[in-house]
T-cell receptor
Framework: EAGVAQSPRYKIIEKRQSVAFWCNPI?????LYWYQQILGQGPKLLIQFQNNGVVDDSQLPKDRFSAERLKGVDSTLKIQPAKLEDSAVYLC????????????????FGEGSWLTVV | EDKVVQSPLSLVVHEGDTVTLNCSYE??????LLWYKQEKKAPTFLFML????IEKKSGRLSSILDKKELSSILNITATQTGDSAIYLC???????????FGTGTSLTVIP
């Protein structure tokens, strides 16, 4: 079974430039997550999709970050304009997302997109 | 506010030592608790715990959940340098399939 695919793996941009990250979740996974992980901290949820609808984007800085999952499969996360404090790893993850599962879900991560803003 | 707290934040041990990592949580509508190991890449899944008192074991790693105390521990026996990583605890809420992560425990195993 293929895992969560992300690209690019690494990106270096100057502040005020824009960047986009792409994610393809595990086949059949309805729920897709974007996390931001700053060095030394745990992952922080930016946005969660259930199919192509947004479940939670309360911590997404909407003045500069946007995300979409138009057909309920792939997703794109964009930052425009980037700030120095956006330097982090952006982790995409997916889970089956069946709320009736009594045994719980497992969330699977991609390799991450490492962003450095200079 | 839902939260997950891990302790200690960092730990340095010698090869062969046994370590215990802690995770406590305050999450509404708890469904499961998960442990992940993160080296210099994406977190990899270790355990999922849903029932109190039932130990999950994989080689030298084991974990147990205490729903009464709202906590879990991850034990690693006979540590090796390859165990050096950040160990993340996450709690899943029933509502919305949401996962809340702790800040992680950074483990360094010295030869």
């Amino acid at each position: 079974e293929a895992g969560v695919a992300q690209s690019p793996r690494y990106k270096i941009i100057e502040k005020r430039q824009s960047v986009a990250f792409w994610c393809n979740p595990i086949s059949g996974h309805a729920t897709l997550y974007w996390y931001q992980q700053i060095l030394g901290q745990g992952p922080k949820l930016l946005i969660q999709f259930q199919n192509n609808g947004v479940v939670d984007d309360s911590q997404l800085p909407k003045d500069r970050f946007s995300a979409e999952r138009l057909k309920g499969v792939d997703s794109t996360l964009k930052i425009q304009p980037a700030k120095l404090e956006d330097s982090a790893v952006y982790l995409c993850a997916s889970s089956i997302g069946q709320r009736l599962l009594s045994l719980g879900n497992t969330i699977y991560f991609g390799e991450g997109s490492w962003l450095t803003v200079v | 506010e839902d939260k997950v707290v891990q302790s200690p934040l960092s730990l340095v041990v010698h090869e062969g030592d046994t370590v215990t990592l802690n995770c406590s949580y305050e999450v509404t509508n708890f469904r499961s608790l998960l442990w992940y190991k993160q080296e210099k890449k994406a977190p990899t899944f270790l355990f999922m715990l849903t029932s109190s008192g039932i130990e999950k074991k994989s080689g030298r790693l084991s974990s147990i959940l205490d729903k009464k105390e709202l906590s879990s521990i991850l034990n690693i026996t006979a540590t090796q340098t390859g165990d050096s990583a950040i160990y993340l605890c996450a709690v899943e809420a029933v509502t919305g399939n949401q996962f809340y992560f702790g800040t992680g425990t950074s483990l360094t195993v010295i030869p």
